[in-house]
Each structure stands twice: as structure tokens, then as C-alpha cells.
């Protein structure tokens, strides 16, 4: 059974803190992806990456970087945490390009800003 | 620029009746569509999916209709079921340099009631 793991459903933190979202697959899946949802904009693409420290910028990643320094965790860094980062965070993974299957999510992480 | 819409924000139908979500996209160079169901603090599992070859692709209950020219796709859902009731995202991602990075839409929420 395909599995994507997120290190916490829930998280509260500060203003200005740094923040550490971790994701980790077992498919050995080539890309992994982090999306943030929010209600009416659906899921937007903040980074994705498509081998070990190697990492693209997608399409809101101000105030975000990510680290991939193995194949199976990709992390999400808010460098200095803010109230309009307030999200669900979502993780997924996918196979390498030519593959065209769907990506596997991770079962989210609520984060609250305060 | 939203280039994936789901113009309805929510759907409300009755058990058994027939469930139609649609999504429109405006890139053209997608070729590969999804559909994604989301329940409350869980991430987005996928449902089903069709390539721009095909315009049509069924797997028991559900069935998505793509229309290329008019750059339309529309998910069904026969009979529908109280269990189905969550948030739809459609999807889509472009062949060539995209690593399997997908497009959403902002997600439509589904009620089916009893």
C-alpha cells in the first residue's frame, strides 16, 4: 500500500518562528510536491522536486524553500512564519515524468499562525 | 491566471440521482486530467483519470468526459452515495518538462443527501 507520511496533522506556531514541515514517501517515487489549500483557490503548487537536491519553485513559493537531500523526505521551510500562512499543507509524490499516473498525498497538516 | 476553473462551489443532489461536476481548463498543452475527492482533514485521493486521446474513461460509478474542443471536462458520479458527499478537485497536468506537476481546480463540495 502506497504511503505518504506527513510529520504532524496539526501545528501551532508563532509569528516570525521558522517552520518545519517534513514529508516522507516509501514508493520511491522520483517527484514530490508541496501544495497549500486553501477554501476557494483550491491547491496551489509552492515547490516541487523532481530528484535528491534538486528543486523547482512553483507557483507561490515567496516566504517558503524546501530540502530534498534524500529521495523519500522532502521538507518545506516557512523561513519566518506569518498569519497568511495559515494553510492546509499538502505533500504528494508521483513517478518520474513519463509515467502519467497520479500523484499520492499525504494526509495533510493544518497549520495556525498566530 | 487560474487555468484550471471549477465554476461551481458546491452541488447538492440527492442519493441515487446522478452527480455532474465540471472544470474548465485554458492551457493548451495539458494532456492528462484527473479527478481528486477530499474529505475533511485528509488529503486529496485520486479517482479517475483520462488522457486527451480518449474522451471518455469509466471505472464503476464514475465516469469523466473530456470535450478537447471546448476545453471541458465533467465528472459523473451514478448513483450517487452519502459517502460521496466531500470536495472535488479536478486537475491537469502538460506533457514535456513538467515532472508530473498538476494544475488544479478550486474544488467543488459535493452533498448528496439520503
Known amino acids: 500500500d502506497v504511503k505518504v507520511t506527513q510529520s504532524s496533522r496539526y501545528l501551532v506556531k508563532r509569528t516570525g518562528e521558522k517552520v518545519f514541515l517534513e514529508c516522507v514517501q516509501d514508493m520511491d517515487h522520483e517527484n514530490m510536491f508541496w501544495y497549500r489549500q486553501d477554501p476557494g483557490l483550491g491547491l496551489r503548487l509552492i515547490y516541487f522536486?523532481?530528484?535528491?537536491?534538486?528543486?523547482e519553485k512553483g507557483d507561490i513559493p515567496e516566504g517558503y524553500s524546501v530540502s530534498r537531500e534524500k529521495k523519500e523526505r522532502f521538507s518545506l521551510i516557512l523561513e519566518s512564519a506569518s498569519t497568511n500562512q495559515t494553510s492546509m499543507y499538502l505533500c504528494a509524490s508521483s513517478l518520474e515524468q513519463g509515467a502519467r499516473t497520479e500523484a499520492f498525498f499525504g494526509q495533510g497538516t493544518r497549520l495556525t499562525v498566530v | 491566471d487560474q487555468q484550471v476553473k471549477q465554476n461551481s462551489p458546491s452541488l447538492s443532489v440527492q442519493e441515487g440521482r446522478i452527480s455532474i461536476l465540471n472544470c474548465d481548463y485554458t492551457n493548451s498543452m495539458f494532456d492528462y486530467f484527473l479527478w481528486y475527492k477530499k474529505y475533511p482533514a485528509e488529503g486529496p485521493t485520486f479517482l479517475i483519470s483520462?488522457?486527451?486521446?480518449?474522451d471518455k474513461n469509466e471505472d464503476g460509478r464514475f465516469t469523466v468526459f473530456l470535450n478537447k474542443s471546448a476545453k471541458h471536462l465533467s465528472l459523473h458520479i451514478v448513483p450517487s452515495q452519502p459517502g460521496d458527499s466531500a470536495v472535488y478537485f479536478c486537475a491537469a497536468s502538460a506533457r514535456g518538462t513538467s515532472y508530473g506537476k498538476l494544475t488544479f481546480g478550486q474544488g467543488t463540495i459535493l452533498t448528496v443527501h439520503p
Open positions: 522536486s523532481y530528484d535528491v537536491k534538486m528543486k
Open positions: 483520462i488522457s486527451s486521446i480518449k
